[in-house]
């Protein structure tokens, strides 16, 4: 049905510009395509958050997104005053704007996707978390490099994407043609080489290459100052290739354990690092 009463809008917008000179009629037409994209407020308990969803796929997050995970806000709501978050498969900024929103702590969204990416810098500026999240258009992997990121579509918030190869979709048996150029770097580089703030904690979602992301950062994820990591593995769905158990290997040869407390059924597996003994 909405369809087809935005396509009749569609028509009728048409047909009322068509009777302008061409540049009115094109500069007409953009500025109601602007004016008409969709801003979605979702309450919070750090406040409202509005959501720039310029496709149908965006409007998936603010209207589902946050009810689906709730051990992840309370994963964000445990974090200690002036915490340091990385968030890396940031999508639209959902969790991102969540945590920034405290006003206690800063946090550093990787979003590899461009159109994606354009939300979240959208919902950056216009939640006015310019100062406490700060967003980057770059793909997390094992090493740095120029690649490319496949997607299947060109909106926004779309999720199977895969930096490298389109056969690293997780979700789908090709993360698609669509060939986007792409910088790739590694959790060690930023935090070594190019000075990133340190993290405290880090959020990897990206449904593809995850187990080259952390071995990307042995000697990040090895610092004790990186209290605990939250993966989605989808350890349900766990693939023939024993992907999530060398995950989870890895992750504990960098001091880490399974917090098992507080999964609520969900596919993310949050890593801690034991408190030392006093």
């Known amino acids: 049905m909405s369809r087809h009463i935005a396509g009749a809008m569609t028509a ?70 002036g915490s340091v978050l990385w968030d890396i498969g940031a999508s639209v900024g959902i969790y991102s704007l969540y945590a920034a929103a405290r006003g206690d702590m800063e946090v550093l969204a990787f979003e590899a ?27 997390l992997a094992e090493t740095a490099s120029l690649g490319s990121l496949y997607l299947d579509s060109v909106e926004a918030g779309t999720v199977g994407n895969a930096f490298g190869d389109p056969a690293n979709s997780l979700l789908r048996t090709s993360a698609g043609t669509i060939d986007v150029p792409m910088v790739s770097l590694s959790i060690d580089a930023l935090a070594g080489a190019f000075g990133a703030a340190f993290p405290t904690h880090i959020k990897i979602d990206v449904d593809s290459i995850e187990e080259q992301i952390v071995a990307g950062g042995a000697k990040t ?13 989808h350890r349900d769905i766990n693939q023939p290739d024993g992907r999530s158990a060398a995950i989870v290997e890895r992750m504990r040869s960098y001091g880490f354990s399974i917090d098992e407390s507080d999964s609520g059924g969900s596919v993310n597996c949050l890593f801690v690092r034991p408190e030392p003994r006093a």
């Not at 009115?24 to 994209?37: E, F, K, M, P, S």
């Not at 461009?114 to 700060?134: A, M």
Request: hydrophobic fraction near 35%; aromatic fraction near 8%; glycine fraction near 6%.
């Open 12 to 81: 009728a917008i048409r047909g009322v510009t068509g009777v302008m000179t061409k540049w009115q009629g094109i500069a007409t037409r953009a500025q109601i395509a602007a004016d008409l994209v969709p801003r979605v407020k979702v309450a919070t308990k750090h406040g409202d958050l509005s959501f720039y969803t310029p496709s149908k796929t965006a409007v998936y997050w603010p209207r589902r997104g946050m009810g689906t995970e709730p051990d992840t806000l309370r994963w964000l709501d445990r974090m200690a005053p």
């Open 113 to 139: 996707n461009p159109y994606t990416y354009h939300c979240l810098l959208q919902n950056t500026r216009e939640n006015r978390l310019d100062g406490k999240l700060k967003p980057y258009c770059v793909a």
């Open 221 to 233: 994820l090895c610092d004790p100052r990186v209290k605990s990591v939250l993966m989605e593995l």
